[in-house]
Antibody, heavy 117, light 110 residues
Framework: EVQLVESGGGLVQPGGSLRLSCAASGFTFSGHWMYWVRQAPGKGLVWVSCISSDGSITNYAGSVKGRFTISRDNAKNTLYLQMNSLRAEDTAVYYC??????????WGQGALVTVSS | QSALTQPASVSGSPGQSITISCTGTSSDVGGYNYVSWYQQHPVKAPKVVIFEVSNRPSGVPDRFSGSKSGNTASLTISGLQAEDEADYYCSSYTSSDTWVFGGGTTLTVL
């Protein structure tokens, strides 16, 4: 069964840092692009970042560029999102997803990140 | 990258058909056949119901269909059922090698 499991969410103060992980299983992780999408409470989905299958290409939404870093460890079948200089508006559930035929499928269950003092 | 434009809400009675539109630009929806649609039930992760404009993943009922004309894509659900009540989001690959989502549409089955 293809499965993605996020971890690392939690409460962090403004200006702080957090690293999310996304453990993949049930498919050839190294053969797929991956991306992160977030959803603020009661709001819609917003694309955050993507990474190529070998990690050589990364792209970011303007709102997180320079603060967030996406990476992957294909030996560990794990995707990461390092989030620095966090702001209140970064509060959201963060989902990782496998990119297949230019769509996200499947998605993980999500990790809640709360930025508050 | 601006979000794709979707209606905030649509509704229909069981058995009826509804269509949700998704308008972008020539840099996303109009430029690529890489539009996807996602269904999200409350407190659940999104699930793809249409990919590459009109393709259905295995397990998705054929009541779900997708199309595109110019910069606007559409999701049609025919024979509405109670379990179709959910939020629906469109998404497109873009010329910047990124993705963009629509604001979401809440479907109410009356």
């Amino acid at each position: 069964e293809v499965q993605l499991v996020e971890s690392g969410g939690g409460l962090v103060q403004p200006g702080g840092s957090l690293r999310l992980s996304c453990a993949a299983s049930g498919f050839t992780f190294s053969g797929h692009w991956m991306y992160w999408v977030r959803q603020a409470p009661g709001k819609g989905l917003v694309w955050v970042s993507c990474i190529s299958s070998d990690g050589s290409i990364t792209n970011y939404a303007g709102s997180v560029k320079g603060r967030f870093t996406i990476s992957r460890d294909n030996a560990k079948n794990t995707l990461y999102l390092q989030m620095n200089s966090l702001r209140a508006e970064d509060t959201a559930v963060y989902y990782c997803a496998r990119v297949t035929r230019y769509s996200g499928s499947p998605w993980g269950q999500g990790a809640l990140v709360t930025v508050s003092s | 990258q601006s979000a794709l434009t979707q209606p905030a809400s649509v509704s229909g009675s069981p058995g009826q058909s509804i269509t949700i539109s998704c308008t972008g630009t020539s840099s996303d929806v109009g430029g690529y056949n890489y539009v996807s649609w996602y269904q999200q039930h409350p407190v659940k992760a999104p699930k793809v119901v249409i990919f590459e404009v009109s393709n259905r993943p295995s397990g998705v009922p054929d009541r779900f269909s997708g199309s595109k004309s110019g910069n606007t894509a559409s999701l049609t659900i025919s024979g509405l059922q109670a379990e179709d009540e959910a939020d629906y989001y469109c998404s497109s690959y873009t010329s910047s090698d990124t993705w963009v989502f629509g604001g979401g549409t809440t479907l109410t089955v009356l």
